[in-house]
């Protein structure tokens, strides 16, 4: 037993929650990240919940799914491959498809050792590690409907799973960009939404990052560019990280520029 698959529970219930109510016609509106609409939101996070639901279940089959995909010739755009996936359901209809299978996902990995090892698209990881990366999909690409409807999410401590995973893929970020890894992370002293202190690193008079816990986990997943924070950055290796910052694996991707990625004004 293992806290995290809860907190994915959790956090997808949140994001059904904001989207329950929404008609139709919204789903197909171009949020802020890449124009991505919530459509596509929902058809990347429901592709990716039943595919790591498959490496837990049935690894063969989820072996032959991602052999498909590489062997796909033209190679399909993801957005469209993920609708096609779908079955071309939008909407309330995919939020429904959605929210059936994230559930089953959640129960499925509470009743999985934490150790155990799966397959994925990169190298395999744990129970925990796959589990933890849905949480933060689920988490990130949220953010970008909260932030298209104007509304400001209010995070429980479940967000200590991202600030870790943040953290984790400190030397990542550097090792993507192709750049040396720093030899030392700066310290890095958050504020939970519980108003818990999370400290993580040594002590350091050069290198350190301080403030909510809520805008580093926006920071190192790309929601946000973190100009667009009130975190305080002091030092060359601090300031450089959260220049880059990338808590997901694939190729290097360049956080947003300042003021492209924040929460519209709600219509009067």
Not at 192 to 211: K, R
Not at 214 to 237: H, I, K, M, Y
Request: hydrophobic share 40%.
């Amino acid at each position: 037993m293992f806290e995290q698959p809860a907190d994915f529970l959790a956090e997808s219930d949140a994001l059904h929650d904001l989207l329950e109510r929404l008609p139709d016609a919204d789903f197909d509106r171009p949020t802020r990240f890449k124009q991505w609409t919530i459509n596509h939101v929902l058809a990347h996070l429901h592709l990716g919940n039943w595919a790591a639901l498959e490496t837990v279940i049935n690894e063969p089959g989820y072996l032959a799914f991602r052999a498909e995909r590489k062997a796909t010739v033209p190679p399909m755009p993801m957005r469209e491959f993920e609708k096609r996936w779908a079955g071309g359901l939008q909407g309330r209809a995919l939020l429904a498809a959605w929210r059936e299978l994230y559930p089953q996902v959640a129960r499925t990995f509470q009743t999985t050792d934490p150790k155990r090892r799966l397959k994925w698209a990169g190298p395999d990881m744990s129970a925990r590690s796959s589990i933890s990366a849905r949480l933060m999909e689920t988490w990130a690409h949220g953010q970008a409907v909260y932030d298209l409807l104007g509304v400001e999410r209010q995070d429980g401590d479940r967000i200590r799973n991202i600030v870790v995973l943040g953290i984790n893929t400190f030397g990542w970020t550097f090792t993507v960009h192709e750049q040396p890894v720093p030899e030392r992370m700066p310290q890095v002293r958050l504020t939970a939404p519980s108003g818990a202190s999370w400290t993580f690193g040594d002590a350091s008079e050069l290198d350190c990052i301080e403030g909510r816990a809520t805008e580093f986990c926006q920071v190192v997943t790309q929601v946000r560019n973190v100009a667009d924070t009130s975190l305080r950055v002091a030092g060359p290796v601090a300031t450089q990280w959260m220049r880059i910052a990338q808590a997901f694996a694939g190729p290097p991707e360049m956080p947003p520029a300042p003021g492209t990625r924040i929460r519209e004004p709600v219509a009067n």
